[in-house]
T-cell receptor, first 113, second 116 residues
Framework: GENVEQHPSTLSVQEGDSAVIKCTYS??????FPWYKQELGKRPQLIID?????GEKKDQRIAVTLNKTAKHFSLHITETQPEDSAVYFC????????????FGTGTRLKVLA | GAVVSQHPSWVICKSGTSVKIECRSL??????MFWYRQFPKQSLMLMAT?????????EQGVEKDKFLINHASLTLSTLTVTSAHPEDSSFYIC????????????FGPGTRLTVL
């Protein structure tokens, strides 16, 4: 079945350094890849997304890259700040009657001041 | 725009009782809503897809008679956890997709259910 793997499960970086989180999806028909930030007890917050016809997208300190051939996509956060500390989830769409999301297992990012 | 609300934000109930959770799209029409469950320190797991005016479709392993879903209008879906047990305690999150679109889902704030 459809699957999204996410690595690493935890990531600690020094403030100002970069953080990279990687995901691999199984369904070659997946065409939309959102990234969410979730703080404890809160809703997932969309931080960036990318569609399958684009290889890279950037929004200030956040960027996402997509390699359709390898079925990989990655989140890059530069100049990390303590407020970036949260759990990050990648997701990929798959079609089963309608387009649905399958989420990765999450990455707990800790930015050390 | 694209705001989704959930009610209640948290609920505590006794084992064996039923609990209803509402999910509303406040400023757009949602033909499709999704219900997720999230256990502590785990990812979001899709439970079911709620379609306005038709029966919900459930993911494998989710009991449709235990988790009743009703999507009676283009702005409201409800999830009723029937005969709740402690193992149903979780964070339940809904999302809504605007009519005519196929990708972006807008998430509600979640409902923390604790079954004693």
């Amino acid at each position: 079945g459809e699957n999204v793997e996410q690595h690493p499960s935890t990531l600690s970086v020094q403030e100002g350094d970069s953080a990279v989180i990687k995901c691999t999806y199984s369904d070659s028909a997946s065409n939309y890849f959102p990234w969410y930030k979730q703080e404890l007890g809160k809703r997932p917050q969309l931080i960036i997304d990318i569609r399958s016809n684009v290889g890279e997208k950037k929004d200030q300190r956040i960027a996402v890259t997509l390699n359709k051939t390898a079925k990989h996509f990655s989140l890059h956060i530069t100049e990390t700040q303590p407020e970036d500390s949260a759990v990050y989830f990648c997701a990929a769409t798959f079609f089963s009657g309608t387009y649905k999301y399958i989420f990765g297992t999450g990455t707990r990012l800790k930015v050390l001041a | 725009g694209a705001v989704v609300s959930q009610h209640p934000s948290w609920v505590i109930c006794k084992s064996g009782t039923s609990v209803k959770i509402e999910c509303r799209s406040l400023d757009f029409q949602a033909t499709t809503m999704f219900w997720y469950r999230q256990f502590p320190k785990q990812s979001l797991m899709l439970m079911a897809t709620s379609n306005e005016g038709s029966k919900a479709t459930y993911e494998q392993g989710v009991e449709k008679d235990k988790f009743l879903i009703n999507h009676a209008s283009l702005t409201l879906s409800t999830l009723t956890v029937t005969s709740a047990h402690p193992e149903d305690s979780s964070f339940y999150i809904c999302s809504a997709r605007e009519a005519g679109f196929t990708d972006t889902q807008y998430f509600g704030p979640g409902t923390r259910l604790t079954v004693l």
